[in-house]
């Protein structure tokens, strides 16, 4: 029922692989947090190992959907890195002692500027004659 490719099914089908795509992803991040959680002893740790495994999946889900152009991969990419910003910016700031809070907002903040060197070059067009 699912592949079929009649009328507005394909419209529908896609918009279902949209969905559990956002979901199953919102379960394995809850998976992964609680997971290193659970694992390590240090809290603040396992924050920071968790924040940088949602930037890694963020950046590669970016730019993937510019480089291939699927738009709404690279939207949920933006919709990633937004929340691991938001959430340093908001709740990490304040909460985390100061050696892992520098170790972690550095860590990101590499990860974040190495990327600035992976966009695409516009091409330039010759004038015309």
């Known amino acids: 029922i699912f592949y079929r490719n009649a009328g507005g099914k394909q419209q529908r089908v896609s918009d279902i692989n949209r969905t559990?795509?956002?979901?199953?992803?919102?379960?394995?991040?809850g998976l992964v947090w609680l997971s290193l959680k659970a694992l390590m002893e240090n809290d603040d740790l396992a924050v920071m190992a968790s924040l940088l495994i949602y930037t890694v999946v963020g950046l590669i889900s970016y730019f993937f959907?510019?480089?291939?152009?699927?738009?709404?991969?690279?939207?949920?990419?933006?919709?990633?890195l937004g929340a691991v910003i938001a959430?340093?910016?908001?709740?990490?700031v304040w909460n985390m002692p100061l050696a892992p809070r520098f170790i972690?907002?550095?860590?990101?903040?590499?990860?974040?500027?190495?990327?600035?060197?992976?966009?695409?070059?516009?091409?330039?067009?010759?004038?015309?004659?």
Do not use: C, E, W
Request: proline share 2%; charged share 15%; net charge positive.
């Open 20 to 29: 559990l795509l956002v979901v199953g992803s919102v379960y394995a991040f």
């Open 65 to 80: 959907g510019q480089t291939h152009g699927k738009k709404g991969l690279g939207v949920y990419g933006g919709v990633v």
């Open 87 to 92: 959430r340093l910016l908001l709740i990490d």
């Open 104 to 129: 972690t907002f550095f860590a990101i903040g590499i990860l974040l500027m190495s990327t600035a060197f992976f966009r695409n070059k516009k091409k330039v067009s010759s004038p015309a004659s």
